[in-house]
């Protein structure tokens, strides 16, 4: 559950300080003219971050492999999109 939002970080931070292993950073937008949707559209990207495991002095890092994002088109009608 989450805390307080004062006490949330923006992802440049929570990634500098190792505190998640995966993080998709998504924005989507809409164009409207005289009521109607014109245009849509989204971007985004994911983020990952090497995961150390171990005991002690002894450990090892596992470096992430990236995949590609999926990146679908913007579907609808001149009052709604997807």
Same mark, same amino acid.
């Given at each position: 559950?989450?805390?307080?939002?004062?006490?949330?970080?923006?992802?440049?931070?929570?990634?500098?300080?190792?505190?998640? /292993?995966? &993080?998709?950073?998504?924005?989507?937008?809409?164009?409207?003219? =005289?009521? @109607?949707?014109?245009?849509? +559209?989204?971007?985004?990207?994911?983020?990952?971050?090497?995961?150390?495991?171990?005991? /002690?002095? &002894?450990?090892?890092?596992?470096?992430?492999?990236?995949?590609? =994002?999926? @990146?679908?088109?913007?579907? +609808?009608?001149?009052?709604?999109?997807?």
């Amino acid at each position: 559950m989450l805390g307080d939002l004062d006490e949330l970080r923006g992802p440049d931070e929570l990634r500098a300080t190792g505190r998640f /292993g995966l &993080a998709n950073r998504l924005k989507a937008w809409i164009e409207v003219q =005289d009521g @109607r949707v014109v245009g849509a +559209g989204q971007v985004g990207c994911g983020r990952i971050i090497v995961t150390k495991a171990g005991y /002690g002095p &002894a450990s090892i890092a596992f470096t992430p492999v990236a995949l590609p =994002d999926l @990146r679908p088109s913007a579907t +609808g009608s001149t009052e709604s999109a997807t």
